[in-house]
């Protein structure tokens, strides 16, 4: 019988850490299946955050690098600049990039280092148990706002791949979930332009991954999908943000 | 066309993403098993159904579904 589907040679054997259903998973396996397709696997270096995706180093299948919480763009930089034809990425959550290392990535982002970020906005702090995100929607429930944020006490959620697009060393941002199959298509799409242009030498390039956290939501996996589709995808818009590619045409 | 669909049931962690999304309907939780990991495991209910789309493998999140077709 012939394969169609089998776990992708991206990824090790390790069983994942993660709670069942969380779209962390998910997402490693679209980047790794990428690497694979584009052949950037055995050159590829990753760079994991402080996060629920901080042992992402023991799930794919290529040199991986730890950084300290939120400046996994300053490690991929000199990374880069020293492997410069090697793919180069970060896995970063949105605590982890939104909030404690907004500097860095603002910066790498301005800079037009040449690696590709893949960001798990997944509206919470995970790892930590549940703490209110500067991505948290408004109504949203979170350990440090019991009563849901408020624009007044916290103001409104950072649309980080819109931000970031608005400097000129940033030549792709595109926002994707992977919360169904025609989603999750895209999802892969993006994430393997994001390299090729990389490896275009073209600039910075950055996915944005619309993800779940059924556990710190308080949902089932299935409900924590919906409520995804519902609610963040009405206020952190799906779609290509930014390709210099198609505005150059 | 035969399909077949084999799943590692100790990896599996119970999240039914996979039964969301087969476009058959045939894979569920077996309610009559459970794993080391203490979770009711997926399997499909009716093989003969299956097209090989691989939609359920594709969105499980920890790689326990192996799909072939011949
Ligand atoms: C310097 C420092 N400050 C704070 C923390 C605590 N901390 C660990 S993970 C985390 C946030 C994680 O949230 P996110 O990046 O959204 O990732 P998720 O766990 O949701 O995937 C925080 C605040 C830390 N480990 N180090
Ligand atoms: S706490 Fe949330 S983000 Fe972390 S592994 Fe569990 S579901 Fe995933
Ligand atoms: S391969 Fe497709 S049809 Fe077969 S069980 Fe999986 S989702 Fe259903
Ligand atoms: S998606 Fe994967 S882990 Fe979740 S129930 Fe299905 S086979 Fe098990």
Redesign the pocket.
């Known amino acids: 019988m012939a394969i169609v589907y089998q776990k992708s040679a991206g990824l090790t054997d390790k069983q994942l850490h993660y709670c069942p259903g969380c779209h962390?998973g998910i997402i490693h396996k679209l980047v790794a299946e990428s690497l694979v397709e584009l052949g950037l696997l055995d050159d590829a270096i990753g760079v994991c955050?402080?996060?629920?995706?901080v042992f992402a180093y023991n799930y794919f299948n290529c040199d991986m690098q730890e950084a300290a919480?939120g400046r996994a763009p300053a490690v991929a930089t000199g990374i880069k600049r020293t492997h410069p034809n090697q793919p180069i990425f970060t896995y970063?959550?949105?605590?982890?990039?939104a909030s404690?290392g907004t500097a860095e990535i603002v910066h790498a982002a301005m800079r037009g280092e040449k690696f590709t970020t893949i960001f798990?906005n997944?509206a919470?702090?995970?790892?930590?148990g549940g703490q209110m995100?500067p991505t948290t929607l408004i109504g949203q429930k979170a350990t440090t706002c019991p009563l849901g944020r408020t624009k007044e006490q916290a103001g409104m959620p950072i649309r980080m791949a819109e931000m970031l697009a608005t400097l000129d060393g940033c030549v792709y941002a595109e926002r994707v979930c992977v919360a169904d199959m025609a989603n999750l298509n895209k999802a892969k799409k993006a994430i393997k332009k994001a390299f090729q242009l990389q490896m275009e030498n073209k600039g910075f390039t950055f996915v944005e991954v619309l993800s779940t956290?059924p556990t710190n939501w308080g949902m089932t996996p299935l409900k924590a999908v919906e409520w995804l589709k519902e609610n963040m995808a009405a206020y952190y818009p799906l779609g290509v943000v930014k390709d210099i590619e198609t505005e150059a045409k | 066309m035969t399909a077949k669909v084999t799943f590692d049931q100790e990896r599996c962690k119970g999240c039914e993403l996979c039964t969301a999304v087969c476009p058959k309907h045939i894979v569920v939780i077996d309610q009559d098993t459970i794993n080391s990991k203490g979770y009711h495991p997926a399997t499909v209910s009716d093989m003969s159904q299956c097209i090989a789309c691989a939609s359920c493998a594709r969105m499980c999140p920890d790689s326990v579904i192996t799909v072939e077709k011949e």
């Open positions: 962390h955050p402080v996060g629920c995706s919480h970063q959550g949105d605590g982890d990039l404690i798990v997944n919470i702090y995970g790892m930590t995100a956290c």
